[in-house]
């Protein structure tokens, strides 16, 4: 369809039709052939506004989004085709490792085939448009939405951004694709104190050069789609920000695509005490700039009142109606409204072996080594050896967001480590959670299932009885252990990062046998380990980590792979640590300066992480020397360029994470103590040397100043190189 022929159909409808492509309601309402008056009732929704609903959510499977497209075009008087969109937040059937574990290969190109692979199994079922990439930057382990995050790092966040979005939408033109939503637009993973939905309170320069950069370069990716935060933002709910929305977003931007609130979040701010009723709140949300209302029943009961009253002017809701029309004309849903969706092809493409596979090797480089003490990793297979925990075999292993997947379509760990020996031997040892009443907390869980997942005090004594009595005649424990599925992710705010006292006690138990204990820990987000690092030899991080996990487990265990894994959070030592990030500012009384009281420090626990952002360890070990610059003074128009030499000196191919950095050494605002800025994942066989080469333009070196104005200031730079975030090299240069 043309675009005089998209005006020709806004002009032709009626002020409800048009308000209606504005409203998006979940599933649900669309659940028979006849529309469901239960939903509506609870929503406070006219019948007449669901007939006209311009999108649904987490509707998929061709056959129901078939049904239900058919019958919404059948009543709509235009015949309009509904938009479909859905949490396809890291995989739709073939689930890849959460987004907090994936960013841990530091291998975007990888992502951007496992987001391709995502894109082509939910539009095959119908979907349209993906609620993903997530790019919150986050530096608060104890906010359950970590896991869908990509850690602490601006830069890496935003390159990790352009390959989701990229990734999705690259086969839009042959309907093999999703629309890109990002989300939280913005700063939502800066909650105070970690706490889900809390405000968000930050400075213009935090914001600008910590917390923006994704989101502009979802932006420059293409993105069509844009989701709004919960939040609010400086004392504005982001839902309702014309600064943010408007001036930030579509005119400094030139974002032109879609914008959607997220769940119900337009009717909250109401809550906020920003809109005095569903009028108010839905005059403030469209003149922000939001586009569609997600399941909330505001501009269905509000926008008519307002344009009917001439309290707003109709061309407001027209421009947000014509975005929503160009973007149904953009996928061709006028020519086929099952945007290539079919039967078979959702039969042929859905976990296929080809996409195990990519999941397979996203999840082995994303695991992170943490502790490898006298090389007790890899194992031979040859070694006496047993498997305890509660993730031993256990198929739960995909996380929260794995809304349309299966579990008995994930391979266990005992499943994996099965191809290496076949019979081992296999107890739980305790539950994963053995507090009633903090399962009840996580609000997904009925009390049968509660009750399934705790045993009784006899039966979890029994249990560790029986792990003890197997691992007394083994040489090597295999130790898996986590957090619950429902324990990370959305609404997944803890204060707590410990390991549970069960699963404590059961490593505690198990250490006194004096046997090599290889722990596994399957988890969401950071936890804080320092209380048992010394009870176990070798720390195998694995996330939540897909439908491959136990094998790609496995294949590191035996040392089929290299683990090359960096960490893109920092983990804590004791929760109180939080918010903790390694680009935090300089202050006047750093710890390293003076031994004495009176510095930047705790008195109970060093101020500085367990594990660093960037850290990982390798089977083997790189050594990096001669970090060296074709110059020391250059100007703003000109290039510097790095290098450093690497040598595997180890009896192991390796993977290695060269990471650079910067330090503005005086500044306009104080600048962070180091600031990534560069990185290359290269593969160096046993004994090569390599040099790596990088190139450093002044745009790298800008910072934004408390107005949010991008700055460039002359001045000597530490140029930072290494490995480990603490095992590095240091070098100046002078931006004349």
């Not at 709910?237 to 879609?258: C, E, H, M, Q, Y």
């Not at 039969?347 to 397979?360: A, D, G, H, I, Y």
Request: net charge neutral; proline share 4%.
């Amino acid at each position: 369809m043309k675009e005089e022929q998209l005006c020709s159909l806004l002009s032709s409808m009626s002020l409800k039709e048009k308000i209606g492509q504005l409203i998006q309601l979940s599933g649900d309402f669309f659940s028979t052939a006849n529309l469901s008056i239960g939903p509506i009732k609870k929503l406070g929704i006219s019948p007449e506004f669901v007939k006209l609903a311009g999108s649904t959510l987490n509707v998929v499977g061709f056959e129901n989004i078939k049904r239900v497209q058919d019958k919404q075009m059948e009543v709509q008087p235009h015949h309009i085709p509904m938009l479909f969109m859905s949490d396809v937040i890291y995989g739709y059937k073939t689930i890849f490792p959460i987004p907090l574990g994936f960013s841990s290969s530091w291998n975007p190109d990888l992502v951007e085939k496992a987001f391709e692979c995502a894109a082509d199994e939910a539009s095959a079922s119908g979907v349209q448009v993906a609620f993903a990439p997530m790019i919150d930057v986050v530096r608060d382990a104890r906010w359950g939405r970590v896991l869908e995050s990509l850690g602490e790092d601006p830069f890496l966040t935003s390159i990790f951004a352009k390959s989701m979005v990229e990734g999705l939408q690259k086969n839009l033109p042959c309907k093999k694709g999703l629309v890109a939503c990002f989300k939280h637009f913005a700063a939502y993973g800066a909650v105070e104190g970690g706490r889900e939905y809390n405000s968000v309170d930050l400075s213009l320069s935090n914001l600008f050069q910590n917390y923006l950069p994704p989101y502009k370069a979802a932006v420059e990716s293409g993105a069509k789609m844009a989701m709004t935060s919960l939040t609010t933002l400086n004392g504005v709910p982001s839902t309702a920000d014309k600064w943010l929305l408007t001036d930030i977003l579509r005119k400094k931007w030139g974002f032109n695509g879609v914008i959607i609130s997220d769940y119900a979040s337009i009717q909250e701010i109401i809550k906020h005490g920003f809109a005095e009723d569903n009028e108010d709140a839905a005059f403030k949300s469209l003149s922000a700039g939001v586009d569609i209302d997600m399941k909330s029943p505001v501009y269905a009961s509000g926008l008519e009142k307002l344009i009917t009253n001439r309290k707003l002017d109709i061309k407001k809701v027209d421009s947000a109606v014509f975005r929503v029309l160009r973007l149904k004309n953009d996928l061709g849903l006028f020519e086929n409204p099952y945007f290539g969706a079919s039967t078979t092809r959702e039969k042929t493409s859905l976990l296929t072996p080809q996409k195990r596979e990519l999941s397979r090797s996203l999840a082995e480089e994303s695991m992170v080594l943490l502790k490898n003490e006298n090389n007790a990793l890899p194992l031979n297979n040859k070694e006496k050896m047993v498997l305890i925990g509660p993730y031993a075999d256990n198929h739960a292993l995909n996380g929260m967001w794995a809304i349309h997947s299966s579990k008995k379509d994930t391979i266990s760990i005992h499943q994996g480590i099965k191809r290496f020996v076949a019979d081992i031997p296999t107890e739980k040892g305790t539950d994963l959670r053995r507090d009633s009443k903090f399962l009840e907390n996580l609000g997904f869980l009925s009390e049968q299932e509660i009750k399934n997942m705790v045993s009784s005090e006899e039966e979890n004594r029994n249990n560790l009885m029986k792990a003890i009595k197997i691992s007394q005649k083994a040489d090597t424990i295999i130790l898996a252990l986590g957090e619950e599925t429902y324990e990370a992710g959305e609404a997944g705010s803890k204060t707590k990062l410990e390991l549970p006292k069960n699963q404590i006690h059961l490593i505690d138990e198990l250490s006194k046998l004096r046997k090599k204990i290889i722990l596994i820990i399957i988890a969401g987000r950071p936890l804080a380990l320092e209380n048992i690092i010394d009870k176990v030899d070798a720390i195998l991080y694995c996330w939540f980590p897909g439908s491959e996990g136990g094998n790609a487990i496995a294949n590191i265990l035996f040392g089929f792979k290299n683990p090359s894994g960096r960490l893109t959070m920092s983990y804590p030592r004791v929760s109180a640590q939080e918010p903790l990030y390694y680009n935090h500012l300089s202050t006047g009384r750093p710890q390293n300066s003076s031994k004495g009281r009176f510095v930047s420090k705790y008195i109970d626990s060093p101020a500085d992480p367990l594990y660093p952002f960037g850290y990982g360890l390798s089977y083997g070990f790189v050594n990096y020397t001669e970090l060296k610059t074709d110059k020391y003074v250059f100007t703003k128009d000109s290039t510097i360029n790095v290098t450093v030499k690497l040598k595997n000196s180890s009896d192991f191919d390796t993977t290695e994470v060269v990471q650079l950095y910067i330090h503005d050494k005086v500044a306009e605002v104080v600048q962070p103590v180091q600031r990534l800025i560069d990185f290359k994942k290269v593969k160096l066989k046993r004994g090569q040397e390599l040099t790596i080469h990088f190139n450093i333009s002044s745009s790298q070196l800008t910072f934004f100043d408390n107005r949010g104005n991008e700055k460039l200031e002359p001045g000597v730079f530490d140029i930072i190189c290494g490995t480990n975030g603490k095992q590095l090299l240091t070098t100046t240069i002078r931006l004349k």
